[in-house]
């Protein structure tokens, strides 16, 4: 199944949808976004449609409602969680200026941390 995202005027996500592959693939048996479009445009009415990947092939990121498509990278960003993150220009994901600690469980560690935006760094989960 392709996936495709609604986005309104300031470039926010307000749905995304599933479309059939048959769908989007040609008389060649080739992935064409723009019959995706077509077809978005015909069953939900005019708008802007972006297709997206489930598993981030496409457009960096899985598109979410809520988040955002950026033009300049062509690529869906989720919301930003806490104001001192930073995108990663790489992968287009949010994260902190901090590194994980090395004995997190989010590294195969025992040890839950999370975020404390207050100072700027982990914490252990209590």
């Not at 996936?3 to 048996?29: G, L, P, Q, R, Y």
């Not at 995108?87 to 090395?102: A, F, H, I, Q, Y």
């Amino acid at each position: 199944m392709a996936h495709f995202a609604k986005i309104d005027s300031s470039n926010v996500v307000t749905e995304v949808v599933v479309v059939n592959n048959a769908v989007i693939t040609n008389e060649s048996n080739q992935e064409v976004e723009q019959l995706g479009i077509d077809f978005c445009t015909q069953l939900y009415g005019a708008g802007t449609y972006k297709q997206t990947s489930y598993n981030s092939n496409m457009r960096k990121n899985m598109a979410v409602k809520g988040g955002t498509y950026d033009t300049t990278r062509d690529a869906f960003l989720n919301q930003k969680p806490f104001a001192s993150w930073v995108l990663d220009e790489s992968t287009c994901r949010w994260k902190p200026p901090v590194d994980n600690p090395s004995d997190s469980e989010a590294v195969g560690g025992n040890v839950l941390y999370q975020w404390d935006e207050s100072s700027t760094n982990w914490k252990i989960s209590t």
